[in-house]
């Protein structure tokens, strides 16, 4: 790989990350056997983070967090915001899932890509519509989850930073919209490419769905604007980098564990409601299992996937189907694993004239070595960027919208674009540039699950995200690719654009365009819904609206699995919003 062919040229990057988060644990042993941790934080991603950074705000409140996964000190893929794809499979930051067989994309069995990692994974920064946060709320009973009061959210947890290039970023976003004194870095692209003037000038012209928007972080994402990305003069902005940057690690009650992996949460007590403050794991690479008890509450981070084979091999779930498969039901919450909704995704290829693609810097050592070095140097160069410049969102015509449209509003789309200079991850072509228009359904009808392969917690899941499962999602990719071969025909494309490339080259009509997506599109990794909210009191679903886990106490989950519906947005953003929003929660419940 790239990573490890550069190593020996990153020995400053690598002193530089040594330095930044001293106060980590490699060590289970290391962890002081004389605290008592009045929250323990299952999972060091996304929404971990965040409620390990505000909750250890209060010196007299002591917080664990526990990550299977590396630190992403020295990890050079982690840092470079071009390198960001090969922190996915196959790679040790991350899970190395498949998926099931999945009857919408031909019966093929898929990689599923999950951090394993301080920190997660990936860094563009979409929020989502204003419906998706009114649809929450609304199906929660609870007001605290709609846009107007999840925005202060979003901007308390976003710095807003100049490109790496300090170009003039005047109408390229709405600063109106935005946070410039959080934690996290968002700024637009620091690297201009060949194609930028060209896709705003296809925004502008006829033929198409994709008009010029200012900022699709407003709330309202339709139409086509400039990518942001959470990057800081050229390095990627982590929630490891931000919410744990060197000044939050100095906190004497705050302790990060790197390379633990839960089992389970134990109960504690055996009450009419039981309490689960115990957790158990160990070593990731195996070992003796230890256990450690939160005073106040366990806090279950873990994402998706994660979360839900917790508590499944916690006892917590179907209890029909745990006793099946030998684990003892505990709580009997049938809707744990359910409800998986995820993006679909295929990358779609034009040949172009030119030869300034990811292609050309991709086929040759000396030149990735050199914007390396450039990167290295002073934060320049292709590597500051990631590996794409514009996104665009779109709905289906009117005449296609089903009565019961699966996205939240009219101003939610149902699909979006993501405009690269080059073909997105994965090898390229011996010979030919390109220009990808990549499609993603992003309000999906289909749905998915996590279930258990057997009673050992330390096997992997069975991970059945649905992808392209009804007839709707496919009707949605179908509309996307013919969507994004109206931009490409622009006029502004004229003389650059050769032609469809590939097998998208014989996706002439609806029967063919079927049988491309269905043997060309994966996941975008994006699931929520594993342990959904529902109103307090209700029957169904897994978790409160304040995120406590139903029929239980001493227990919340805090991640994208609490979310009823996928949001028409990149996972990242959100999860920001919600870890929080959570802590606030918390806070509030306990007077800190």
């Known amino acids: 790989m790239r990573v490890v062919r550069l190593s020996t040229a990153l020995s400053s990057s690598l002193l530089f990350a040594s330095l930044s988060h001293a106060a980590l644990l490699t060590e289970i042993s290391d962890i002081p056997a004389h605290i008592k941790f009045d929250f323990v934080i299952v999972g060091g991603g996304n929404t971990g983070n965040v409620v390990a950074n505000r909750l250890s705000e209060n010196d ?284 679909s995704v295929v990358g779609n290829p034009w040949l172009v004239n030119s030869t300034n693609t990811f292609e050309t810097l991709r086929r040759s050592e000396n030149l990735e070595d050199d914007a390396l070095v450039q990167w290295q140097t002073n934060k320049t160069g292709p590597y500051v960027d990631t590996i794409l410049d514009h996104i665009g969102f779109a709905r289906l015509n009117k005449t296609l919208v089903p009565q019961q449209d699966p996205a939240a509003g009219p101003n939610t789309p149902h699909y979006e674009v993501i405009v690269s200079n080059g073909i997105p991850p994965g090898p390229s072509p011996p010979t030919g540039n390109f220009l990808a228009v990549t499609t993603i359904v992003v309000s999906p009808s289909s749905r998915g699950s996590i279930t258990l392969k057997s009673n050992n917690p330390f096997d992997a899941p069975i991970i059945d995200p649905g992808l392209l499962k009804t007839d709707f999602d496919k009707l949605v990719m179908r509309e996307a690719i013919k969507g994004a071969s109206r931009f490409v025909q622009a006029p502004a494309w004229s003389g650059y654009v050769v032609g469809p490339a590939g097998a998208l080259a014989d996706a002439v009509d609806n029967a063919s365009i079927d049988s491309y997506v269905a043997n060309n599109s994966g996941t975008l990794f994006h699931p929520v819904g594993t342990s959904s909210m529902t109103p307090k009191g209700a029957n169904n679903g897994v978790t409160d609206p304040d995120l406590l886990v139903k029929k239980v106490t001493g227990l919340r989950v805090v991640d994208l699995s609490v979310l009823p519906f996928v949001p028409s947005a990149h996972t990242q953003a959100p999860a920001y919003a919600v870890g929080e929003r959570a802590s606030d929660l918390i806070k509030h419940d306990y007077k800190i």
């Open 60 to 343: 007299k409140v002591n917080v664990l967090v526990l990550e299977a996964g590396p630190s992403n000190d020295g990890v050079i893929a982690s840092e470079v915001p071009f390198l960001a794809p090969e922190l996915t499979q196959p790679s040790p930051y991350d899970w190395n899932y498949t998926t099931t067989p999945q009857p919408g994309l031909g019966g093929r069995a898929i990689p599923y890509p999950r951090g394993h990692i301080l920190g997660g994974n990936w860094l563009v920064y979409t929020r989502g519509s204003s419906e998706d946060f009114d649809r929450y709320a609304k199906v929660t009973g609870d007001q605290g989850w709609s846009w107007n009061n999840m925005l202060p959210y979003f901007k308390k947890s976003e710095k807003w930073t100049a490109p790496a290039d300090n170009h003039n970023t005047t109408g390229q976003f709405n600063p109106v919209v935005h946070g410039f004194n959080g934690e996290v870095a968002v700024s637009l692209s620091g690297f201009p490419t060949p194609i930028d003037q060209r896709v705003i000038e296809a925004t502008l012209q006829a033929g198409h769905d994709f008009k010029f928007n200012l900022d699709f972080n407003s709330g309202k994402p339709l139409g086509l604007g400039w990518a942001q990305t959470t990057i800081k003069d050229g390095v990627r902005s982590s929630s490891a980098t931000a919410y744990l940057a060197p000044q939050f690690m100095q906190r004497k009650n705050l302790y990060v564990v790197v390379n633990s992996q839960v089992s389970r949460v134990l109960q504690t007590n055996h009450g009419k409601k039981p309490a689960f403050r115990g957790v158990e794991f160990r070593r990731s690479s195996g070992g003796p299992l230890k256990t450690v008890t939160a005073q106040k509450e366990v806090i279950l981070s873990a994402g998706t996937v994660g979360t839900p084979h917790i508590l499944l091999n916690s006892g917590i779930g179907d209890c029909k189907t745990l006793e099946a498969i030998g684990i003892k039901p505990l709580v009997d919450l049938p809707d744990v694993g359910q409800n998986l909704a995820d993006h």
